[in-house]
Structure formats: structure tokens, C-alpha cells
């Protein structure tokens, strides 16, 4: 499995970003992909999180109504829209998905195994500064 996001950059508080993540070599319409983050110094927290079908769709309490999670089966890209953002999402922002936990119709659940994921993207930083 290989999943690779992009997308980040600098971005002045109330600004908006779309990460993406690139996915290859599972049957991607299976598995639930998550978005996570981490700031130097704290643990990786999953920020959303969204099955398989797209039916199912997390979001960490901090980031609802601000980020949107959503993904195309037919290109195997999910996306984060990131709108108003705050100095407290600067982090690098990761897509993880696992081979057991992905396997899941509850997006929530994934995203709560964030320390037992076995494939993980190479992370993009998002900097939110004026």
C-alpha cells in the first residue's frame, strides 16, 4: 500500500487549504482513510476519517464545520478541504489507512486506532501564520 498526500503550505489564519491523498495498491473503495496530525513534541491524532462507501465520516471535535473529508473511488484520492483555519492546525498532516482497522463502515474507528495504522503517507505540512 502506498498513500501519498500533498497539498499543504502556508496559510494566513481564516485561510483554506485541500490536502490530498494518492492511494495505490489496495482495493481502495474497501478501506476507510483517515487524515492525521502532529505537531512536534505531541502525539498524532486522527482529525477525520471517512469509510470505504463515503457514507461514513468523522471529524475530531476541533475541526467540525471548519474541514471536510471526502474522497473519488474511481481516481483513489481523498481529500481534506481545510476552510478557516487556526494557528492550532499548524501540524504536519498525514493519510494513514491499515489493513485490519481500514477494513471497517465506521470511519470513527479508524481514526481512534491512530498508533496501530500500518500504512502511512509521507505527511505535509500545513503552516497557519499571518
Known amino acids: 500500500v502506498q498513500l501519498q498526500a500533498s497539498g499543504g503550505g502556508l496559510v494566513q489564519p481564516g485561510g483554506s487549504l485541500r490536502l490530498s491523498c494518492a492511494a495505490s495498491?489496495?482495493?481502495?473503495?474497501?478501506?476507510?482513510i483517515g487524515w492525521f496530525r502532529q505537531v512536534p513534541g505531541k502525539e498524532r491524532e486522527g482529525v477525520s476519517c471517512i469509510s470505504g462507501s463515503g457514507v461514513s465520516k468523522y471529524y475530531e471535535d476541533s475541526v467540525k464545520g471548519r474541514f471536510t473529508i471526502s474522497r473519488d473511488n474511481a481516481k483513489n484520492m481523498v481529500y481534506l478541504q481545510m476552510n478557516n483555519l487556526k494557528h492550532e492546525d499548524t501540524a504536519v498532516y498525514y493519510c494513514?489507512?491499515?489493513?485490519?482497522?481500514?477494513?471497517?463502515?465506521?470511519?470513527?474507528?479508524?481514526?481512534?486506532?491512530?498508533?496501530?495504522?500500518?500504512?502511512w503517507g509521507q505527511g505535509t505540512q500545513v503552516t497557519v501564520s499571518s
Open positions: 494513514a489507512t491499515d489493513a485490519v482497522y481500514g477494513a471497517t463502515p465506521v470511519a470513527e474507528r479508524l481514526c481512534a486506532r491512530v498508533h496501530d495504522l500500518d500504512a
Open positions: 495498491g489496495l482495493s481502495f473503495d474497501m478501506y476507510a
